[in-house]
């Protein structure tokens, strides 16, 4: 008994170790302006090619890393993480949780919903 209640104290220090240095390396990133997006379609080459990396589409201000819902004026609902945005071809561009680039025109958009913001932790 006694060494499960070692066992289970361990375990709690060291997922709380695990959070506290995920979120002091999330810190240190955005400090210094990086974004990590987990995907292998997401190039530096796409990145290049994207105007915007902080931008406001109507009254809601995005930033590369967010995670948002998308709900098109085909009825159909996506959801991703912002990338970017093409000024030239007025697209935004995210990447899905299938490891898809989608690039989607801003006047397919009907409405637009923040799930998460990149760097909010709480």
Known sequence: MEILIILT??????????YLFSVVKEGLNIV????????????????DDLDYKVFKLGSTKLMIGDEIKIYLRNKELVRGIVV??????NELCIVTKKD???????????????????????
């Not at 104290?9 to 695990?18: H, R």
């Not at 210094?32 to 990145?47: F, G, W």
């Not at 690039?103 to 932790?121: D, F, M, N, Q």
């Open 9 to 18: 104290e361990i375990a709690l220090f060291v997922s709380i170790f695990g």
């Open 32 to 47: 210094n302006e990086r974004v990590q997006i987990d995907s292998k379609k997401v190039t530096q080459q796409i990145v």
């Open 84 to 89: 970017g945005a093409k000024k030239r071809t």
């Open 100 to 122: 898809e680039v989608l690039e989607l025109k801003i006047a397919s958009i009907k409405k637009l919903k923040v799930i998460t913001k990149y760097g909010k932790l709480f």
